[in-house]
């Protein structure tokens, strides 16, 4: 979970702050956003800094951490795409981190679910979804399933690069 807070979280950060910099939503909004974020970093926190002490829960806990990341996306996705487009980057995050650790079937499950949940809160959002915004939305859920299997293959190389040096 290291690298969800070296990597990804800052990656959130950034996106988080240039939505809100540079479409000025408003400040509920602003302070949801933020609060959810904050929110999320001190769990990841907490969980990273404490997995020895939890050893025996590790993998149950890196899945349920894998899910609230993907919920927590979901809520940001759902607050602040209607001011930043780019929004839909956060649903990458969930799938990609547990390609770290998880079985393909699995990361392709959380992928999928990934890929659902953004389908369906554009659904939300638009009251529907047109031609282009359906084409534009299920390119974007591809390449969340397509990236997250990507980074499960790559993971899997370097173990397997790592074992045969032994």
Same mark, same amino acid.
């Given at each position: ?41 001190? %769990? ?14 590790? /993998?149950? *806990? /890196?899945?349920?951490?894998?899910? *609230?990341? =993907? ?17 839909? %980057? ?21 992928? %999928? ?7 369906? *809160?554009?659904?939300? =959002?638009?009251?529907? *979804?047109?031609?282009?915004? =359906? ?26 690069? /790592?074992?045969? %040096? /032994?």
């Amino acid at each position: 979970m290291h690298i969800l807070n070296y990597y990804f979280t800052p990656f959130a950060v950034i996106l988080i702050a240039f939505a809100i910099f540079f479409s000025e939503p408003e400040r509920s909004v602003t302070y949801a956003s933020f609060g959810l974020l904050a929110a999320a970093f001190a %769990l990841n926190y907490w969980m990273s800094a404490n997995t020895y002490r939890l050893m025996q829960l590790t /993998r149950s *806990i /890196r899945g349920i951490m894998v899910w *609230i990341n =993907l919920l927590t996306s979901a809520a940001l996705f759902y607050l602040l795409s209607p001011y930043w487009a780019p929004m839909w %980057l956060l649903f990458l995050t969930a799938p990609a981190a547990s390609a770290m650790f998880m079985k393909k079937w699995q990361v392709f499950l959380t992928a %999928l679910a990934a890929a659902g949940f953004m389908l369906g *809160i554009y659904y939300l =959002l638009g009251g529907g *979804i047109g031609p282009q915004l =359906l084409g534009m939305a299920t390119t974007q859920a591809v390449f969340i399933v397509f990236f997250s299997m990507f980074t499960a293959a790559m993971a899997e190389m370097a173990v397997k690069v /790592r074992d045969s %040096l /032994r």
